[in-house]
Structures are given as C-alpha cells and as structure tokens.
C-alpha cells in the first residue's frame, strides 16, 4: 500500500472527470517525471502546459490512532513563459484550482477511486505565479488525511 500513490491517482481521476479545457497534460508524481528521462542527468520532457500531482511521502507516518495517513498534496500549473502570456496561465490556474473548490474535496476524491478513502482535506495555501527556468509555476497545496480502504 502506497499511499502517496494512492492520492496521486485519486487527484488524477478527479481532473480527469472535471473537463479541463486549457491543460490536459497530467503528471502523476516527480519520481514518474523523472523515469520521463532517458538518463539519470538528462532533465525530463514534459509536455506543457500542465499539471503535476505531488504527494509528498510524509503519507508514510500514520496519522496518531486512526489508521489513516496525513500528508501534503501539492498541485502544480506550469506552462512555457515564452508562449504564455500571464493572462493565459492565470486563466489555466483558474480552471485547474477552480476544480478544487468544491464543498467537500475529501468526499470528491474518495468517490474518485474504489478502495480510497478521504475523510479530510483542506487548503493550505497558494503561491504566487513566478517565472522560473523559462516557465510560468503556480502552486495549490492541501493536507490530506486518506486511508486505503473504503468506508
């Protein structure tokens, strides 16, 4: 049971019922960007713009006395700085985070994926849209309390 991989694969299954329009490349997951490389030095091609879905591995810490585990999720935007206007990414932010506001995520993402369950979820922040390494990057981040199993 890997819970971090669970969560990813959730999030991935909630974007995927959500419609997106203006990204539609997802990635699960920085160790699967990275095996995107054909070396161990060689940066990973991605397509952009997209989004990537990062379950940090604090999941592996069981959550004090429930049998649930908490963990960070972080959901990134990226997209080319040189064919992007600032706009167009916020208006693909927008769409990407707009599917997070919903009432309860925790039920959303639960329902996303059989043998998962969610029973918290709630925001932590937002960064700023910057421009790094040619890139336009934002950043949504959640606490997340799962568990593998259906309740």
């Not at 699960?28 to 997209?50: H, V, W, Y």
């Not at 706009?87 to 985070?97: L, Q």
Request: with cysteine; aromatic share 8%.
């Amino acid at each position: 049971m890997n819970i971090p991989q669970l969560v990813e694969q959730a999030v991935e299954n909630f974007l995927a019922d959500q419609g997106l329009e203006l990204v539609t490349n997802v990635y699960k997951g920085r160790e699967n960007i990275q095996t995107a490389a054909n070396s161990d030095t060689e940066e990973p091609t991605i397509a952009l713009p997209c989004v990537i879905i990062e379950a940090d591995q604090t999941f592996a810490v069981p959550y004090p006395g429930t049998g649930n585990y908490q963990g960070d999720l972080s959901i990134h935007v990226q997209a080319d700085a040189e064919d992007t206007t600032d706009a167009e990414f916020h208006a693909m932010c927008n769409e990407v985070f707009g599917a997070f506001n919903v009432a309860n995520l925790g039920s959303s993402l639960s329902t996303s994926l059989a043998n998962f369950t969610c029973p918290l979820a709630y925001c932590l922040g937002i960064s700023c849209a910057v421009k790094k390494e040619g890139k336009w990057i934002n950043t949504l981040r959640f606490r997340i309390v799962a568990c593998a199993a259906d309740l």
